[in-house]
């Protein structure tokens, strides 16, 4: 079992910046970032691998969004940088234990309860 929890999360205007943190009881595992706006499935954002030599976005970060950890670290790290309003959601981390696809959430056996991000126009 492994517990997740994300902090960092806030309200920003267009153009803004934040950090979010997901502090894991577990170094050995992958570690994605997803996110949730309502009415919308969670779709995949980030992911580093459990070394954080390799990490992987989603087409729409588009350079905004760094995923960082430092080695075999348990705080895994999203910097989001020139954020816009399509970004507010609930932002979520979770762990893989097994691989399977990236960006599928069914690949990830563990959650934290999400962060929630608004960007303002």
């Known amino acids: 079992q492994v517990q997740l929890m994300e902090t960092g999360g806030g309200s920003v205007q267009a153009g803004g910046s934040l950090k979010l943190s997901c502090t894991a009881s577990s170094h050995q595992y992958r570690v994605g970032w997803f996110r949730q706006a309502p009415g919308q499935e969670r779709e995949g954002v980030a992911v580093?691998?459990?070394?954080?030599?390799?990490?992987h976005y989603a087409d729409f970060v588009e350079g905004r969004f760094t995923i960082s950890r430092e080695g075999f670290d348990t705080t895994v790290y999203l910097q989001m940088n020139a954020l816009q309003p399509e970004d507010t959601a609930i932002y979520y981390c979770?762990?893989?234990?097994?691989?399977?696809?990236?960006?599928?959430?069914?690949?990830?056996?563990?959650w934290g309860q999400g962060t929630q991000v608004t960007v303002s126009s």
């Open positions: 979770a762990a893989s234990p097994i691989g399977g696809r990236l960006f599928d959430p069914l690949s990830y056996d563990y």
């Open positions: 580093i691998q459990s070394s954080g030599n390799f990490a």
